[in-house]
């Protein structure tokens, strides 16, 4: 506890000497870029760590403008996590702006990308297989960061990277459970590509710069492939699929999550909670 709190709460003599040793010495700081990517250093460094995510809940990773706050703690931080993939260009840039004293990990390294339009699709992340590859380099990161604690942190990286794997074979199963014609789904943000290729699904969305036309590019999809549910993934196409929906008459199931966690008393407050409520969801509206 800073000395100042101690003094508010009246637990530390005001006439102490205020020496360096009086403070407890803080936890080291770790930064993610945004809030799933702090998920998985919080499930594996816990307390060990002050986790700091740039982007707070709902903020969208592609478009964001660090605060000078920001680029002191990118500086300062012992590990930054980033995905990657392309996704945080206003990253890279604090990067090269205020040369870090830490380590960076890139959480993505090593994985396959696929490509849309010979661009890498950065959301490589709603695969949990590649959860599996993000999570054991950043557990890999953090103990060589932080050595002292590096066999407390495998064994956590450990656990977590068999909860993933039962994540996955839980969401593959239940998938698997619903008929091949029927795993087609559509939605407003194409970031699901590496989700629909896990689990064999195909994932329509509309054309990049649809416009005014992704009303009808996305309602012609739908009645062709005779689709029974629609989904949102955040605030920049509920709107549209609202539109959608009331023009083809199907339900909104809800929302998917992609690209941020929910705030702790929502539906997706971790990593392997949003993968749970997004193929739930999905099941739902496959099967209805
Ligand atoms: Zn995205």
Known sequence: MQ??????L??????APASPQAVAPARPEVVASFTILGDFVR??????VSLRTLLALEADPHEFAPRPSDAVAVRDAVLVVRNGLGLEPWLDRLLRAAPPRGRVVT???GIGPLLVNAVPDPHAWLDPMNAQLYARRI???LAAALPAQAAALQAATEAYL???ARLQQRCADRF????????VFVVGHPGFGYFAARFGL???????????GAVAALVRQVRARRLRALYFTGPEDAALMRRVAAEVGLPVLGRLFAETLSASDGLAPSYEALIRHDTTLLVTGMSA
């Open 107 to 109: 959480a993505s390294d």
């Open 139 to 141: 557990g890999n990161a």
């Open 176 to 183: 698997a459970a619903v008929p091949a014609d029927r795993r």
């Open 10 to 15: 009246g637990l530390a003599s005001p006439t």
């Open 162 to 164: 068999a909860r993933l």
């Open 3 to 8: 000395r100042r709190a101690l003094l508010a």
């Open 43 to 48: 499930q594996i460094a816990g307390p060990r």
């Open 202 to 212: 195909e994932m329509l969305a509309p054309p990049r710069q649809a416009g005014a």
